[in-house]
């Protein structure tokens, strides 16, 4: 894959084995295989990473001429199995600091889009205590982030992986959306994972033709396991087709598990973006 101004491939840093490195080897290899765009999950050890960490990301991104496209809000402990802290009403003040250093950090080396992974069930609220939370940090989010140009995502994740995960579908997603929306979020949308739609057993181009409108930021991932697009049942060629359709105007992010080792053989990757260029190379305003 080549970069340059039509380029609407993003390296996704977050899974393994791209994750047993440190973050600026990260970037260092995005660049290396060709990227020029990336995204993170959220890229720091605390919700208030230091001006010193920031800064040495800001360098590491330039200095590799890669771009940070998407990012992650803190999302608790991913390895003991939090999904996120948007809908805990006892961490809210965390939740709130997060968006507000991802914002900053945002603004400062143009990433556009910030997703905020929404969390899990918790045995000691309501579901309906959570999603009111999960709202109104939504809310919070989009109005701080709004005033940089930026966007903020909410995520579906499959029940299969994710039993506990507050928003499922979707369907729950855009609803979601439609509802920040009303409230005059008009910077909120929908982070469509097509990994997660074909897990839910949905048709990833019905998926798209329906919720074309929320939808904000698109991540590619194929069955089974998570593996690098175009290695494993799904039909991307299909997929991309139904993205054209629609006119989709942003990115895509490539969010897999390597099996062979990213580091060392890239070669699949490659392979899968410059078969798959996307003909409609119009970007949308925000991600630009």
Known sequence: MTSGRNDRYALNLSLPPLRDHTLVARIDAAAAAGFSLVETWWPFSTVHPTRQQTEDLHEALTAAGTRLVCMNIDAGDFTAGERGILSDPDRQQSCRHSILAAVEFASKVGCRLLNLPYGNRLPQHSEEAQHRTAFDNLLFAARHADVHGISVLVEALNPEDNPLYLLPSVDAAAGVIRRARQAGALNAGILL?????????????????????????????????????????????????ALQEVAYKGLIGLEFNSVLGFLDSPADVRSFTSRHPLVNQTVGPREA
């Open 193 to 241: 994972d097509i990994y997660h739609v074909a897990r839910m057993g949905q048709d990833p181009s019905h998926v798209i033709a329906r919720y074309a409108k929320e939808c904000l930021h698109v991540q590619f991932a194929d069955i089974p396991g998570r593996i690098c697009p175009g290695t494993g049942v799904l039909d991307f060629a299909h997929i991309i087709t």
